[in-house]
């Protein structure tokens, strides 16, 4: 199994940007899909964006397509999101996940084993 530790939230304002990191230990990363997720208070948890294996395929939510991009560096066991023209509507907490999930689940929360504890980003207007 591995850990995921996420880092690189915080407060910024509308239409700057972030970056996240999702560091991974104890297990063999580039044998698991990753992926970003987000949660609001009393919603379900969103999916955001994921990356394939070795990073050749990249999948967003709607709502982030063109704003937010996904990278993996598996060397370093470290996957990135860096979110430009951040919205007051981004604001969440930011879960990285991985799993050993196939095409047709990456987008589900049921397609990964392993999360992280989160880390929140407050985007003000």
């Known amino acids: 199994q591995v850990q995921l530790v996420e880092s690189g939230g915080g407060l910024v304002q509308a239409g700057e940007s972030l970056t996240l990191s999702c560091a991974a230990s104890?297990?063999?990363?580039?044998?698991?899909?990753t992926s970003w997720f987000r949660q609001t208070p009393g919603k379900e948890r969103e999916f955001v964006a994921a990356?394939?294996?070795?990073?050749?395929?990249?999948y967003y939510g709607d709502s982030v397509k063109g704003r937010f991009t996904i990278s993996r560096e598996n060397a370093k066991n470290t996957m990135y999101l860096q979110m430009n023209n951040l919205k007051p509507e981004d604001t969440a907490v930011y879960y990285c996940?991985?799993?050993?999930?196939?095409?047709?689940?990456?987008?589900?929360?049921?397609?990964?084993?392993?999360w992280g504890q989160g880390t929140r980003v407050t985007v003000s207007s």
């Open positions: 104890g297990g063999t990363f580039s044998g698991y899909a």
């Open positions: 996940a991985a799993g050993r999930t196939i095409t047709s689940q990456i987008r589900l929360t049921s397609g990964y084993t392993n």
């Open positions: 990356v394939s294996r070795v990073g050749g395929y990249t």
